[in-house]
């Protein structure tokens, strides 16, 4: 994960951009249609649009796995929770705080 840059000052934009992670991609997307300035919240709402589109791909596969996926689904569920909190935190405390991969890419979207 890399490091956060300096957090914003902005409550409104703090609490929206948690917002974005609330409902997973949904709430991301919802966020993105109505927010058109903050790049703050902009960037979040992009990164938890990325992030949980890419958890539900990556769920569907483990599901589909007939063994395997009963041992991976409950540690991937784990891990996708924490995740989740993390990055609602993160955005509560105002951090710009890109996930490896999945902010780079939410970051290029936005160009």
């Given at each position: 994960?890399?490091?956060?840059t300096?957090?914003?000052?902005?409550?409104?934009?703090?609490?929206?951009?948690?917002?974005?992670?609330?409902?997973?991609?949904i709430?991301?997307?919802?966020?993105?249609?109505?927010?058109?300035?903050?790049?703050?919240?902009?960037?979040?709402?992009?990164?938890?649009?990325?992030?949980?589109?890419?958890?539900?791909?990556?769920?569907?596969?483990?599901?589909?796995?007939?063994?395997?996926?009963?041992?991976?689904?409950?540690?991937?569920?784990?891990?996708?929770?924490?995740?989740?909190?993390?990055?609602?935190?993160?955005?509560?405390?105002?951090?710009?705080?890109?996930?490896?991969?999945?902010?780079?890419?939410?970051?290029h979207?936005?160009?």
């Amino acid at each position: 994960m890399t490091a956060p840059t300096p957090a914003t000052d902005n409550s409104n934009s703090r609490l929206v951009a948690t917002l974005a992670y609330l409902g997973g991609a949904i709430s991301g997307v919802v966020v993105l249609v109505i927010e058109k300035n903050d790049p703050f919240v902009r960037f979040h709402a992009m990164q938890s649009t990325v992030l949980f589109l890419g958890v539900l791909v990556v769920n569907l596969v483990v599901i589909s796995l007939p063994v395997v996926g009963l041992v991976v689904s409950v540690p991937f569920v784990v891990a996708v929770v924490a995740i989740w909190v993390l990055m609602m935190v993160k955005a509560f405390r105002g951090e710009r705080y890109k996930l490896p991969y999945v902010g780079d890419f939410a970051e290029h979207l936005m160009r």
